[in-house]
């Protein structure tokens, strides 16, 4: 998180207390109050919701790599494998092809005899 963020979030933490205050000093309607809780309540709920985002994102492997990290090699690596399964298909294809036009030779050939 950097220093801008940090200091908007103080900002907006403060600004909200001085509405508190003020709203509570006037003795307003209950109803407004509830709305101001419900704006703590969802703000704890983002805090935790950071918290929670930040401890996933620090988490490291055994090599120091963050584990949501991956490298663009994989992406590069994924698509060779790809191009590789593709060419064992299209043999496998004409293997079958090839399997299929060896048992019509067979059958003619055993027909002739």
Do not use: C
């Not at 801008?4 to 207390?17: E, H, M, N, P, R």
């Not at 703590?40 to 401890?55: G, L, P, R």
Request: charged letters at 30%; glycine letters at 4%; a neutral charge.
């Amino acid at each position: 998180m950097d220093n801008t963020s940090l200091a908007g979030g103080i900002a907006v933490i403060l600004v909200l207390f001085k509405v508190f205050d003020y709203f509570t000093k006037k003795k307003l309607d209950t109803e407004l109050l509830k709305i101001i809780e419900k704006v703590y309540k969802k703000m704890a709920e983002i805090e935790d919701q950071t918290k929670e985002t930040f401890k996933l994102h620090n988490r490291y492997d055994e090599d120091g790599i963050p584990l949501w990290y991956f490298p663009r090699s994989y992406g590069e690596t994924q698509s060779k494998v790809v191009a590789i399964l593709q060419e064992i298909s299209n043999t496998l294809r004409a293997i079958s092809d090839s399997q299929a036009n060896i048992t019509e030779i067979l059958k003619e050939l055993n027909k002739r005899k």
